[in-house]
């Protein structure tokens, strides 16, 4: 059975002879641009280490979130999915034109959004759908992460580092997601676009 795996190794000795970085370690002082950078440099991992999961030992301690599936190479997959699958949107509460028409009178240089609202639910629903029609064990969900250098890409999400306690991962969930979407690796962890710091609610709270 597929299930996202941490790293197990020996114990620690008292004084480790080499030292982690950021955002492997904690961030000492300030939260500053080159933090962001090394954040956005991190590579998927397949098992993800020992300390990165708030779990036993290390349950106190509030590391970087990560999420553990795969980046969709094209977000509009999903788009297309829903009108596959008959989701219509119809029934969503949202003008996405006052938005434009307010960005217009404010600052007409300000960028528009690359994605309405009703696009962002038109995903999540499609989403939904796909894990019903799949008979999923558990729904996956949408993150935003970095990946291959990009700060914003979509993935889809089969569990986050601190949902791990009693997680079962499903190696026919992994299956069939893979085999919907043609995913052609296995599920990853990637870090998370926004709680890419420790003890990360603090930092957005202050």
Sequence with gaps: MAQPQVELKAKPK???TRTRDFPFSPQKGPITRKHAEKALRVKPMAKLLPFLAPLGRY???RPPKFHFGWVLEDPNV???TAKDLGVTGEGYDIDDSDDDDEMDSDDE???RPTITMREIY???DALTAVSKKLELAKEPYLAKVFSGGKDNALMVSLVEN???KGFTGSGRDVKSLMEFFKFKTGPRWYIDAYMWMWDSESYWLS
């Design 109 to 111: 240089k300000e960028p």
């Design 78 to 80: 999903l788009l297309e």
């Design 14 to 16: 008292a004084k480790p």
């Design 162 to 164: 601190y949902s791990l």
């Design 59 to 61: 349950a106190k301690t």
């Design 122 to 124: 038109l995903r999540e």
